[in-house]
């Protein structure tokens, strides 16, 4: 075989790169990254913060930021104005919600004592998990307070403490330092059909959530008289009412007041009353609905009526002494003026109203738990 027809070796030996070419590359090449992300990251600040097809986006974040302790961060979204503006937007767009005079009527089904008194079912939607809880007979709901007085109380130790069924968190509080003193409502508490809290402080009216004496669910604005007059039972302060007269109130999403864990409380014609919870805050879990998914889920199920009760931290569901839900409080589960609660036999459950003789406005809202 001829030498020439093998393949024949280079003797000319090929440099190999220096480390200090090496380097050269890599930090170009991490330049043009860097300088590829820093133009995305204009070119998507600019899209965000100016472009009308972001201004849902924008508010959407604005308005789940104003439902947290964080509420002043929506300025750098909106702008300080523009978080003014929201917010006063808001509170008015609430206040019509509850006027329109409410003509919904009760009619039991016969059957209604053969069906179990509370009934619990999973509920999922986009980015959000949680529970729908229905008590076919509304005469078995009662307003739970706590047992002490300078402090709230959670929603498991009512449930314990009283006996109860089932429960879930009820009306706002004042909550200065975010940790949940829970003892100073917001607005009214009534509980047996007496006025047990009037912090109203002058005003003449108050949004209400809660039940007469017949268990026809009541929501809506009316004056301390317009209640009395009306014989209702057991009621906190709480807006936005979401359904009247079997309507849904809420437009679309983007009035549905951003995204955050839910609590609502809605009845269908035949009297059930219908409990929505909804998780939030827990991105590989629930991240939360706005108000909208909350009213379709409620008209959904029936609901005639329906209202907003407080959400957040406090929404938790209770069901045998147990927590169904996943609550987001960073502390545990809150300790609260007021909760919802079952009963099978409600006429035996006495509440003591642990304010009275107190003024509201000299509560500390902020003084620390005793318990």
């Known amino acids: 075989m001829s030498t020439s027809s093998l393949p024949q070796r280079s003797t000319v030996r090929k440099k ?3 480390k200090k ?3 050269r590359g890599f930090f170009r090449t991490l330049s043009k990254v860097f300088l590829f992300c820093f133009i995305l990251l204009i070119a998507g600040g600019g899209w965000f913060y100016f472009a009308p097809s972001a201004k849902n986006l924008r508010y959407s ?32 767009l609430f206040e019509e919600m509850g006027v329109e005079k409410d003509t919904h009527t009760i ?23 949680g529970y729908v809880m229905i008590v076919n007979d509304p005469t078995k709901v009662r307003l739970g307070i706590p047992d002490k007085v300078g402090s709230g109380e959670k929603v498991t130790s009512m449930v314990k403490r009283t006996g109860a069924i089932a429960g879930v968190n009820g009306g706002g509080f004042a909550d200065p330092n975010w940790k949940g003193n829970g003892f100073k409502p917001i607005g009214i508490v009534i509980s047996q059909g007496k006025l047990y809290y009037n912090g109203l402080g002058g005003k003449e009216s108050t949004q209400i959530v809660g039940l007469d004496k017949q268990g026809k669910m009541v929501a809506g604005n009316y004056t301390l008289d317009e209640i009395s007059k009306m014989g209702v039972q057991e009621a906190v302060t709480f807006s936005p009412r979401l359904i009247v007269n079997g309507k849904g109130l809420i437009k679309n999403a983007a009035e549905g007041w951003g995204i955050a864990p839910r609590t609502a409380m809605g009845q269908r014609a035949d009297g059930a009353i219908i409990f929505v919870v909804i998780d939030g805050r827990q991105p590989t879990y629930s991240i939360g609905a706005n108000l909208y998914d909350v009213q379709q ?8 009526i329906a209202a907003n009760l407080d959400g957040g931290s406090s929404t938790v569901l209770v069901k045998d002494n147990e927590i169904m839900n996943k609550p987001s409080s960073q502390y545990g589960e809150r300790y609260l003026p007021t909760a919802f609660l079952v009963f099978e036999n409600p006429e035996q ?8 003789g107190l003024d509201p406005s000299k509560i500390d809202a902020a003084k620390k738990r005793t318990r």
Not at 107 to 129: D, F, R
Not at 297 to 304: C, D, E, F, M
Request: aromatic share 6%; no cysteine; charged share 30%.
């Open 21 to 23: 070419r090496k380097k």
């Open 349 to 356: 459950v006495d509440m003591p109203n642990i304010w009275k």
């Open 16 to 18: 190999k790169p220096t």
């Open 107 to 129: 009619t039991p089904e016969p059957e209604v004592k053969e069906k179990p008194l509370v009934e619990i079912e999973n509920v999922s939607g986009t980015g959000y998990s």
């Open 297 to 304: 889920i409620l008209l959904k199920h029936g609901a005639v």
């Open 61 to 92: 974040i604005a308005d789940t930021l104003i439902t947290t302790q964080h509420r002043y961060m929506a300025k750098y979204i909106i702008g300080e104005d523009g978080l003014k503006e929201r917010v006063t937007e808001y509170s008015s």
